[in-house]
């Protein structure tokens, strides 16, 4: 029978161990903490453990946002300053009745205090919890979810040849000489279209390039080196290529991995066989002697070759997945 959960995961390794014909000396915790190593381990190395995905981030600006409805009072373009915490900001777009779309910010507002406008002199509180939120292109970086293990790239952000980002817009070099020669492209052959495509990209490596990304598992945050405020604006979406872990709880055949089944008994025998070593040598009723010793021996070399062969057989190359 297939396994797709958690709880028979560990069923089927206690019973692999002698459960229950024989105790199994491990605590109920101890079993959960090693099937979790098991599942980090092969997340880690097997390349069934991750998958590719495309992952979007939308740019945003920084929010302030009023406890009254009369954010239309302000005027695009000046400085509000907080009274409590002496920030300042300027206004770049008034969103609803409520909220203000800021730049150039000195710091976070204060929840509740007052600001005021330096040229309509309007003034009116914040709100009470949710004053301000920190937009993308303050931060400098994006949010990633902590599923994501590597980013691979950053889709273009725009081309050399472009007056504006985005090869879609009609000031485009690119989309006027698809809209121009679309005619030419029907009636001969596509080598005139190749060269001019070939060079229109030696001109992106060129001038522009890749854009560079650092990103840190740890921090999941994913770093663009360009100028934000040049490059992007608020409503911008920005696209990686990543790899993320498979989630076994939302893919149950997960549990069902003949490695993962066979490294999670291992580390439960290992632990096992580390629960019982205090009592080596002891004598039991009918001269029978506690050998836990023999049990982490034995653990240690299942473990050992398991390891060896998912990092030799299943693991992704070194260089598959970087950025």
Request: net charge negative; aromatic share 12%.
């Amino acid at each position: 029978m297939p396994i797709t959960t958690r709880q028979e995961l560990k069923d089927y390794c206690l019973r692999r161990l002698g459960y229950p014909v024989i105790e199994i000396n491990v605590d109920d915790d101890q079993v959960e903490d090693r099937i979790q190593d098991a599942i980090d381990f092969w997340h880690e190395y097997h390349f069934d453990g991750v998958e590719r995905i495309y992952f979007s981030a939308e740019i945003t600006a920084s929010i302030l946002k009023l406890s009254t409805i009369f954010a239309g009072n302000f005027i695009v373009g000046e400085t509000v300053t907080g009274a409590t915490s002496g920030k300042t900001a300027v206004i770049t777009k008034v969103k609803g009745s409520n909220e203000l779309e800021i730049d150039e910010e000195s710091g976070p507002f204060t929840n509740g205090e007052t600001i005021t406008g330096s040229v309509s002199g309007f003034s009116t509180t914040l709100h009470g919890t949710t004053a301000y939120t920190e937009g993308t292109i303050h931060k400098q970086y994006i949010e990633v979810p902590d599923r994501v293990t590597g980013v691979v790239r950053v889709f273009p952000l725009g081309s050399a040849g472009s007056s504006v980002t985005g090869s879609t817009n009609i000031f485009n070099v690119v989309y006027q000489f698809r809209l121009n020669d679309m005619y030419n492209l029907l009636s001969s052959d596509l080598i005139y279209y190749q060269q001019v495509k070939m060079h229109l990209q030696m001109l992106d490596d060129m001038f522009a390039g890749n854009r560079t990304i650092r990103f840190n598992r740890k921090m999941n945050r994913i770093f663009i080196d360009v100028n934000w405020k040049e490059t992007f604006v608020p409503g911008d979406h920005v696209i990686f290529e990543c790899y993320a872990i498979i989630d076994p709880d939302t893919y149950g055949e997960v549990y069902n991995d003949m490695f993962l089944r066979k490294y999670a008994t291992s580390l439960i025998k290992r632990q096992w066989g580390e629960n019982m070593k205090k009592f080596q040598g002891m004598q039991l009723p009918g001269g029978i002697q506690m050998n836990g010793q023999q049990i982490f021996n034995e653990a240690e070399e299942e473990i050992s070759q398991i390891e060896e062969q998912m990092q030799s057989r299943y693991e992704l190359p070194v260089d598959f997945m970087v950025g």
